[in-house]
Each structure stands twice: as structure tokens, then as C-alpha cells.
């Protein structure tokens, strides 16, 4: 993408920066080269899988929402290790 010497400017004016005529110059070709490394990158998160033969699309990989134990089971070994019990729950110090 060809990034004009209008276009510096007017992303100076945007950034309300002073830009002298060879700072221009320098900006105009280092945006050049920032930009066509973005379109590289997204070149290869598009069709990069697909150009070396990978196929199917990204998904995340979840388990089913249910319950894989029976609840309270682990509740009187976990109260046994804490320093302090009120009841079912740990007992801590107030901190406020």
C-alpha cells in the first residue's frame, strides 16, 4: 500500500506533532514497511493452513457442563487441614 506524503501529514496533524519535510521522507517509507508487514500477517492467519494442506476450522475444545462428583464429598478432609472450622466452613482472621 502506497502511503502518500498527504497522508504523513495529515497523521502528524492527527498526532499534533511537527514533522520537518525529510522526517516526511523517513515516515512515509518507515509506514510503508510497517504496513505491508501487517498485510503479511494477516495473509498468514487467513489462508495459511489451508496452503499447506491443513484442513477444518478452529474451535475450542470444551468438556460438558455437569457435575464429575457427588458435592460435599471432599468437604471434611479439606476442613480437617484448616487451622480453624466454624461449622461446614474454614474459619480465617478479619482483615478489614
Known amino acids: 500500500m502506497a502511503i502518500g506524503l498527504k497522508d504523513v501529514e495529515h497523521l502528524a496533524g ?3 506533532i511537527a514533522v520537518s519535510e525529510d522526517e516526511k521522507k523517513i515516515l512515509q517509507h518507515d509506514l510503508e ?12 492467519g487467513q489462508g495459511g493452513r489451508k496452503e499447506r494442506g491443513e484442513q477444518g476450522e478452529l474451535y475450542n475444545v470444551m468438556r460438558e457442563d455437569s457435575e464429575p462428583h457427588e ?8 476442613l480437617k ?14 482483615i478489614l
Open 14 to 16: 492527527l498526532a499534533r
Open 71 to 78: 458435592s460435599g464429598i471432599f468437604t471434611e478432609d479439606i
Open 81 to 94: 487441614q484448616a487451622p480453624a472450622r466454624e461449622g461446614d466452613r474454614v474459619s480465617v482472621k478479619k
Open 33 to 44: 514497511e510497517i504496513l505491508a508487514y501487517v498485510s503479511e500477517i494477516k495473509e498468514a
